[in-house]
């Protein structure tokens, strides 16, 4: 069944299309009376029918069907630059983070401000949307703006104190590190979740530091340095494997 995204919020009765799901609707080319299911992002989905000019549907029924992850994580990235960065948005998306904040560190090779910043994050919750299409989430992620890890740190929500906080750490650059899955024994469901990983240079002695002291805990991923887009998704794979 094809999956299409509307801006909230949605009721009962016809829904007109904006024109990125009218864009879909004509590459998938449906066609009037078509069977399609509609969410808004917020939870929930309706089952519905494309009306007769195929540029509105028709919502029947809300279903209450949820596929997001054990836990409530905020995946804080430093961004790697071109086309990674959408990659990772989109498979961090099926992998169930429910926040995903772009950082700019002292080694990242990608640097947005402004009009430039605010554009790559529209473009990317885009990447968001297709994906939660695609993968059958009824939630749509947030995509905190661009900002620098320092921050992202002092901006976190005081309901975060109650979070648990993680740095993918390559085992070499720290002495105490914790695999994985030793770090997460014993984590109750719906835990909020805070992981932070670096850029392609990594993160520098000065951001390690401000990290730990808000609390983070070096996490290992395995012996091998991964890269800045595979070692987030590692660790959101790990995190939904312990709990498969
Ligand atoms: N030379 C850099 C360093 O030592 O940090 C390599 C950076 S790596 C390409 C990008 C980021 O991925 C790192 O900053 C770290 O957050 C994460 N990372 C890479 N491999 C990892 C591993 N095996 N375990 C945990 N985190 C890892």
Same mark, same amino acid.
């Given at each position: 069944?094809?999956?299409?995204? &509307?801006? +909230? ?37 309706? =089952? ?11 919502? $029947? !029924?809300?279903?209450?069907? *949820?596929?997001?992850? !054990? ?8 961004? +790697? #630059?071109? *086309? ?5 948005? *989109?498979?961090?998306?099926? &992998?169930?983070?429910? =926040?995903?904040? +772009?950082?700019?560190? /002292?080694?990242?090779?990608? =640097?947005?401000?402004? *009009?430039?910043?605010? @554009? ?32 992202? %740190? ?25 695999? %994985? #899955?030793?770090?997460?024994?014993? $984590? ?6 805070? !992981? $932070? /990983? ?14 730990? =002291? !808000? ?11 991964? @890269?800045?887009?595979?070692? +987030?998704?590692? $660790? ?9």
């Amino acid at each position: 069944m094809h999956r299409l995204y &509307l801006e +909230p919020p949605l009721q009962a009765g016809v829904v007109a299309l904006g024109p990125p799901a009218l864009r879909h609707v004509r590459a998938l080319r449906l066609r009037a009376g078509d069977p399609v299911v509609v969410f808004d992002g917020g939870g929930g989905q309706w =089952r519905a029918r494309l009306g007769d000019a195929g540029d509105r549907v028709e919502l $029947l !029924a809300f279903e209450g069907v *949820e596929r997001e992850a !054990a836990w409530e994580i905020e995946l804080a990235v430093g961004m +790697p #630059a071109n *086309e990674r960065m959408d990659w990772l948005v *989109e498979k961090a998306v099926e &992998l169930g983070a429910q =926040r995903i904040a +772009p950082l700019m560190t /002292s080694r990242a090779v990608l =640097r947005l401000e402004g *009009e430039r910043a605010e @554009r790559r994050c529209a473009h990317w919750r885009g990447v968001a949307i297709a994906a939660c299409e695609q993968c059958g989430r009824n939630r749509l992620p947030q995509l905190r703006p661009v900002q620098t890890l320092e921050r992202w %740190l002092r901006g976190l929500p005081a309901a975060d104190e109650a979070a648990r906080c993680l740095l993918a750490a390559p085992s070499q650059a720290q002495a105490q590190v914790l695999p %994985l #899955a030793r770090w997460a024994a014993g $984590l109750p469901a719906g835990q909020a979740v805070l !992981a $932070l /990983s670096g850029p392609e240079g990594g993160l520098d002695d000065a951001e390690i530091g401000l990290a730990l =002291r !808000a609390g983070f805990v070096p996490v290992s991923l395995g012996p091998r340095t991964l @890269r800045a887009e595979t070692a +987030p998704l590692a $660790l959101l794979a790990g995190l939904a494997a312990l709990r498969a």
